[in-house]
């Protein structure tokens, strides 16, 4: 099985009262795993950077490394600026900077019009404070002009001074080596971390997959359909799915895995488990 790699894992912040009792206890079992660092979403569904920023103190101080994400779609230059110095004062040095995406695609945009103004702000106002992650999408961003387009975005975030991306998740190994090797050839040769979904929900998956461009195969999409609610078996599917997509993506040479947890921790040990990387 795969070499030992370095692993990370991300959370949302809890909505609720059940959700933070949750994430507590998962958090204790994924401690156990020692990942090199989790990250906290931001925005997404709905959440507030309070909530980011609160999840992210909850796990440094249990003494585990952490990052917040950090969005700058509709923010202005003196917001951003204020919010990085509340990361620095927090003791923060690891941030995943996006763009994000507009509430409905309403609202306006901010003083950062791409995720690539972000970095370079960052930059220019911190220099090597943090550690920068960025996005990157193996099978295209939905909003892309062109395929060639979108990679030449990200390679103006590495240009812009990101240190390591993290993929959109996906099923398909080919896309993701063909990104990275694209990247390479335009000179933008940080490290990109495959971005991994263990498959928890297959109705979730399918519905979030849609709206961020990800492809779900169809020999695997009509597998999940077929089993219907047989959970046991989409289980066994699943974890064998991902778990052999990680094994490939190690062996051939990606730098590490960062799990979309979606909260749980069941799925994700058993994949670390099988891939006997802990
Ligand atoms: P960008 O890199 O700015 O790209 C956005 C689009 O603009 C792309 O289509 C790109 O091709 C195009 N583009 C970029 N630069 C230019 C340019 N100069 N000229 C023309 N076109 C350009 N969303 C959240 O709300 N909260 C989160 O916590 C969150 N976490 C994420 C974590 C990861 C690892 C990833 C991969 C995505 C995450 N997202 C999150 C989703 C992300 O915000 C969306 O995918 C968003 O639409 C794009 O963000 P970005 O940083 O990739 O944007």
């Known amino acids: 099985m795969s070499k030992p790699a370095p692993i ?11 959700g933070a009792k949750k994430l507590e206890q998962v958090r204790r079992e994924l401690y156990a795993l020692k990942p090199d660092f989790f990250s906290v979403t931001y925005g997404a569904g709905g959440s507030k950077q309070d909530g980011t920023l ?16 950090f969005s700058c779609i509709s923010a202005s230059a003196q917001s951003v600026r204020q919010q990085l110095q509340i990361f620095k004062d927090a003791g923060i040095n690891r941030i995943v900077a996006l763009r994000g995406d507009l509430p409905s695609g309403r609202g306006t945009f901010g003083e950062s019009r791409y995720a690539s103004d972000l970095v370079a702000f960052i930059r220019q106002e911190t220099a090597s404070h943090f550690h920068i992650e960025v996005g990157c999408y193996p099978e295209i961003h939905p ?33 993701y080596f063909r990104f990275v090797d694209d990247a390479l050839a335009m000179g933008a040769d940080i490290p990109i971390v495959p971005g991994i979904m263990p498959i928890i929900n297959s109705t979730q998956l399918m519905r979030f997959s849609n709206a961020c461009g990800a492809e779900i195969p169809r020999w695997i999409r009509l597998r999940l359909q077929e089993f219907g609610d047989d959970t046991a078996s989409i289980r066994t599917f ?3 799915v991902v778990t052999d997509l990680c ?17 749980q921790s069941v799925a994700t040990t058993e994949i670390i488990k099988r891939l006997s990387l802990k």
Request: aromatic share 10%.
């Open 54 to 69: 609160q999840t992210v103190q909850t796990i440094l101080a249990d003494g585990h490394r952490a990052a917040p994400h």
């Open 143 to 175: 909003q892309a002009k062109t395929a060639h387009a979108d990679l030449q975005a990200y390679a103006t975030k590495v240009k812009a001074g990101a240190s390591s991306a993290i993929t959109q998740h996906f099923y398909n190994t080919d896309a």
């Open 8 to 18: 990370s894992f991300e959370f949302f912040p809890p909505k609720t009262p059940e």
């Open 238 to 240: 699943s974890l064998d």
């Open 247 to 263: 094994d490939q993506l190690l062996t051939a040479g990606a730098p590490g895995l960062h799990f979309y947890t979606m909260n």
